[in-house]
C-alpha cells in the first residue's frame, strides 16, 4: 500500500534500496520456492500481538536474545520475498559452523534491547517483517478484511507454508511479530496446529502516549495517522488526536480479546508490559510450557539466562496533553462503544 504521508527525514524511506531489493527478491523467488518443499508443522509459531507501542519490540528482542527461538532479522528482512534463501545466506555470513580463518564476521551483534518506532539497529536483530506479511495479505485501503474474504483472497497456504519452512530451517520454533492481523486472529489461528499467541498489552494511558509521541516522530506531528490502518481507521482517522490514539488501542486491545477468548489456553498467552518489565524469568517459564505442551519445541532442558528486568518507562511527560486529560478520554472510550 503506497504511503502518501511525508515521513520525518530520519524514517524516509530509502528508494534506491527498496528498488534494488526488489529486483533481487524477484530473482531469487524462484528459488525460495522450491525451498519450501519442507514445510511439515514440525515446529510451533510464536505470533506478537497487540496495539503499537505496547511493549512488542522489548518483547521480541528479548524472546530472541534467550534463543529458544528463531526469528526474523534485520539481514533477513532483505530477503522478504525469498526468505528460505535468506535464511541460508544469514546462515553461510553469521553462522562460526561456515566461519573459515575469520574472513566475514562482521553480521554477528549483539540485541541491545533499544528501537526507534519498532525499528533496532544489528544484522541479527529483530526486524518486523511487514513486507513479508504483505506479500500474502491482500490489504489495501485498511490493513484488515473480514474473515471470509481473507481467506478467499489472501495466500495462506503460502504464508503457512513458508513460515513453517523457516522453523525447519532453523529446527526450533519461529517467532515474529504478526499485529498486521490483530483483527484477523482467527483466521491466522486455523493455519497452525502448533501456535501460540502472545499478547502485549501496557497500561492504556502510557501506551496512548506513546503512540502518539511515535506519530511525532514518524511524521513530525501528532495529527498523523501511524501504524496499521484497522477496520475502526475511518472513523478514528479524523478525530482530534488524543481520542483517534485512544480509539486506536482500545480497538486493537478490544479484537486481540475477543478473538483470544476463543482460543485453547495452551495456544495464547498474555504478557503484561510492566509485569514482563518486572520478572521476564516467569514469562520464560510459561513460554517453554506451552510450547513442550504443543510438541512444538526440541527436547532438551530450557534454563532461563536472560536480563532478571527491564527499566518500566511508564511515566507522564507528553506536553501536548495532560495525564488526566488521557484518563478521561480513555474512560469515554471505553464505555461509549459508538465512539469506535
Not at 501456535?195 to 503512540?211: E, G
Not at 481520542?243 to 486506536?248: A, K
Not at 539466562?305 to 474512560?331: D, M, P, S
Amino acid at each position: 500500500m503506497e504511503e502518501l504521508t511525508e515521513r520525518s527525514a530520519e524514517f524516509t524511506r530509502n528508494a534506491t534500496l527498496e528498488q534494488l531489493l526488489d529486483e533481487l527478491n524477484s530473482l531469487l523467488g524462484p528459488a525460495n520456492q522450491a525451498l519450501v518443499s519442507d514445510a511439515q508443522e514440525r515446529f510451533s509459531k510464536v505470533l506478537v500481538m497487540g496495539p503499537l507501542r505496547s511493549g512488542t519490540t522489548l518483547f521480541t528482542q528479548w524472546l530472541a536474545a534467550t534463543g529458544l527461538t528463531a526469528y526474523p532479522t534485520n539481514l533477513l528482512s532483505r530477503f522478504y520475498g525469498a526468505p528460505l534463501v535468506g535464511a541460508k545466506i544469514q546462515q553461510l555470513l553469521t553462522d562460526s559452523r561456515y566461519n573459515f580463518r575469520n574472513e566475514i564476521l562482521d553480521f554477528n551483534s549483539t540485541i541491545n534491547f533499544s528501537s526507534e518506532n519498532g525499528k533496532t539497529k544489528g544484522a541479527l536483530a529483530p526486524n518486523e517483517f511487514w513486507y513479508f506479511w504483505r506479500r500474502f495479505l491482500p490489504f489495501r485501503d485498511l490493513d484488515y478484511l473480514p474473515d471470509d474474504e481473507l481467506r478467499k483472497r489472501a495466500d495462506l497456504a503460502g504464508l503457512r507454508g513458508e513460515l513453517n519452512a523457516l522453523a525447519n530451517f532453523f529446527e526450533k520454533p519461529f517467532s515474529l511479530k504478526a499485529m498486521i492481523m490483530n483483527q484477523n486472529i482467527p483466521v491466522l489461528d486455523s493455519l497452525f496446529d502448533k501456535v501460540l499467541f502472545v499478547w502485549v498489552r501496557r497500561d492504556p494511558i502510557f501506551n496512548i502516549q506513546s503512540a502518539l509521541a511515535a506519530r511525532k516522530r514518524q511524521y513530525g506531528d501528532i495529527r498523523t495517522w501511524y501504524s496499521f490502518k484497522i477496520k475502526e481507521y475511518p472513523r478514528l482517522e479524523g478525530l482530534e488526536p488524543l481520542e483517534s490514539v485512544t480509539g486506536q488501542v482500545h480497538a486493537i486491545n478490544r479484537s486481540v480479546q475477543s478473538a483470544l477468548d476463543s482460543v485453547p489456553e495452551h495456544k495464547k498467552l498474555v504478557v503484561q508490559y510492566e509485569d514482563f518489565c518486572r520478572d521476564p524469568r516467569t514469562y520464560y517459564a510459561q513460554i517453554v510450557t506451552r510450547l513442550r505442551q504443543q510438541h512444538g519445541l526440541p527436547p532438551g532442558r530450557y534454563e532461563y539466562t536472560g536480563e532478571q528486568q527491564f527499566k518500566n518507562t511508564n511515566r507522564w511527560w507528553l506536553e501536548e496533553y495532560t495525564r488526566q486529560q488521557a484518563e478521561q478520554t480513555y474512560a469515554m472510550i471505553s464505555v461509549d462503544r459508538e465512539a469506535i
